[in-house]
């Protein structure tokens, strides 16, 4: 396995990777690997090419300092995981090198209606660090296709329009949320939480399954109404729980009750904040 720090190294080893006519595939991490990560990798295997791991902690899309200072980073053991799970490259780069010019946002991509919902509201341009980091790893990395876990949900969304606005000619592939033995989707802030916010924390995927029976015999703000009391009954704070169209992310009306519903949802377990997201029917 290839560790590479600098882009002009990764550029030289991609252009004769390049002669073998085999594909790139891609998964992009902030590190503090677990299996949910590990999922991606083994799925970027499947395509039998190049598998390429970055590990960067992206600053443009914490929105407090603390946040970003209190980010685990465990990299020689992220390193250890990777390369027994079949990685070929991991990509170690330094702010320097996806931010030459800055962090200034400069995409002429707009998430439009995404970045105003759920985690956009609560976590203002969140997601244009998030687009402006994947954009310049994607220009870097020149991969054919780009592996994504559907945990981050409304992420995946964000990542497909710019890949759709910008007609970058990528192939999104996504992989289901990898959970706990209790549910609790795996996050590597999870390893943050104290001991009982842990064992509380659980309840996020139980109001999710319980919405998903409600909704048989409920309306959409009555299932809502149930799992945000649920959640908050349990300990935790709940930020929100939106029922939303799977492709739209728009909300789910009363009168609006046909069709696949996602549940997304975001609580503070302490001073750990946790999204999860299910989809509650078919």
Not at 63 to 68: F, G, I, M, R, V
Not at 164 to 171: A, H, N, Y
Not at 211 to 226: F, G, H, M, T, V
Request: glycine share 6%; proline share 5%; charged share 25%.
């Amino acid at each position: 396995m290839l560790i590479i720090k600098e882009s002009r190294e990764l550029n030289s080893f991609l252009s004769l990777f390049e002669l073998t006519g085999l594909k790139v595939s891609f998964v992009p991490t902030m590190g503090a690997l677990h299996q949910g990560h590990l999922a991606l990798i083994r799925r970027a295997n499947q395509s039998g090419g190049l598998v390429v791991c970055s590990i960067f902690v992206n600053p443009t899309q914490f929105n407090k300092a603390e946040d970003l200072e209190k980010y685990p980073v465990q990299t020689q053991s992220d390193i250890d995981l990777l390369k027994a799970n079949g990685c070929d490259v991991v990509f170690l780069p330094e702010k320097e090198e996806i931010y030459p010019n800055g962090t200034e946002y400069n995409l002429p991509f707009d998430p439009e209606h995404l970045d105003e919902i759920m985690e956009g509201k609560f976590r203002p341009g969140h997601f244009k660090g998030v687009a402006q980091v994947v954009h310049r790893l994607l220009e870097l990395v020149q991969p054919q296709e780009l592996i994504m876990g559907e945990k981050d949900f409304q992420q995946v969304a964000v990542i497909r329009k710019m890949i759709s606005d910008l007609e970058l000619g990528i192939e999104l592939i996504t992989c289901r949320t990898v959970r706990e033995k209790d549910g609790l989707a795996m996050s590597s802030r999870n390893q943050l939480l104290e001991a009982r916010y842990r064992e509380k924390a659980k309840v996020i995927y139980q109001s999710m399954v319980e919405c998903s029976q409600n909704l048989k015999s409920l309306k959409p703000s009555e299932a809502i109404y149930l799992a945000l009391e649920q959640i908050e009954s349990a300990g935790l704070k709940p930020e929100y729980f939106e029922l939303v169209d799977p492709l739209s992310l728009l909300s789910i009306s009363d009168e609006q009750i046909k069709g696949p519903i996602q549940a997304c949802v975001a609580a503070w377990a302490g001073d750990i904040r946790l999204i999860d997201n299910m989809q509650v029917r078919h």
